[in-house]
């Protein structure tokens, strides 16, 4: 009933036995991988295609490399295509905003499409990140919010993802941190493995979806 579901207005927190959450853990990775082995195989064209705007437009270094933390606070080094001008001073403590006039013409397509994000489906194959989950983010963000915001050190109980629960609402780039650590935690209290399979039903709408409809 809703004494079950919530405390005092607050949602309540759905506590699972130990091997509950191993076997929700094995399923969630098992997921991962059955999805995108053969996705990255299927999209290795539009990799290569990605990759060559990329060289050809704006130079060498074709993949941005950036440390982000993930599960349990475990770093990692997360790939994405290249959208933005080398800048020594960007990689730490730059957050990224709309309209960056580093942004090359390919950057800002790429941006667009999502597809600078591609390159992170080897991140899920190497176990760094699941394809849903709170996004990861800078280990200098990571460790201002989580002084300044109650429950952002939370969402790394689990492991991080491309899309997200947050992300299917708007939450994206230069979004409340307030808002997206409330929908990650409700995402992790909550989860489930059919709720994984529409969030990326809802992803895949969204970037089939036209601009404006």
Known sequence: ???????????????????????????????????????????????????????????????FRQERVGQDGRPFTLLKFRTLRADPHEAATRWSVAGDHRMSTVGNFLRRTSMDELPQLWNVLRGD???????????????????????????HRMPVGITGLAQVHGL?????????????????????????VCILLRTAMSLVRPAGS
Not at 45 to 52: F, G, K, S, V
Not at 132 to 152: I, L, Q, W
């Open 1 to 63: 009933g809703d004494m079950a579901r919530h405390v005092w207005g607050f949602a309540g927190r759905r506590l699972e036995p130990p091997a509950a959450r191993r076997r929700g853990a094995l399923a969630k990775r098992l997921l991962d991988v059955v999805m995108t082995a053969p996705v990255l195989l299927t999209v290795s064209p539009l990799l290569l295609a990605c990759a060559l705007a990329v060289r050809l437009c704006d130079g060498p270094g074709v993949l």
């Open 129 to 155: 990140m699941s394809l849903v989950g709170p996004r990861p983010e800078r280990p200098y963000f990571v460790a201002n919010f989580s002084k300044t915001h109650p429950g952002y050190a939370a969402r």
């Open 172 to 196: 994206r780039g230069d979004t409340s941190i307030e808002d997206r650590s409330r929908f990650d935690n409700h995402y992790i209290d909550h989860w489930s493995l059919w709720q994984d």
